[in-house]
């Protein structure tokens, strides 16, 4: 399985981006598919931004509540994280990542910039 991220860029304080993560099989098969980032300096995160699970359910880390949305659209094999209202503090890189019993898998980072 692969998954390629895309999406990121620079951006003002208020814009908006959509981020991809395209999978290189169906997504039907992931048991979830998660954003993780990491912001310049530091670590990545530990808890994903968000995540959905294969029955749709979705998560949001409280700091990105009402600001992030996660969807899929299983035709495409895309996860998608649509982000508005960025803030300075939102830049990082962003990874997705998928579970597909018992097994992790990492796409590579897309980098989002916001400028204040």
């Known amino acids: 399985v692969q998954l390629q991220a895309s999406g990121g860029g620079l951006v003002q304080a208020g814009g908006s981006l959509r981020l991809s993560c395209v999978a290189s099989?169906?997504?039907?098969?992931?048991?979830?598919v998660a954003w993780y980032r990491q912001a310049p300096g530091k670590q990545r995160e530990s808890a994903s931004v968000?995540?959905?699970?294969?029955?749709?359910?979705?998560r949001y880390v409280d700091s990105v509540k009402g600001q992030f949305t996660i969807s899929r659209d299983n035709a495409k094999n895309t996860v998608y994280l649509q982000m508005n209202s960025l803030k300075p503090e939102d830049t990082a890189a962003y990874y997705c990542?998928?579970?597909?019993?018992?097994?992790?898998?990492w796409g590579q980072g897309t980098q989002v910039t916001v400028s204040s």
């Open positions: 968000a995540s959905i699970s294969s029955s749709g359910s979705t």
């Open positions: 990542k998928a579970y597909q019993k018992g097994r992790v898998y």
């Open positions: 099989g169906s997504i039907v098969s992931f048991d979830a």
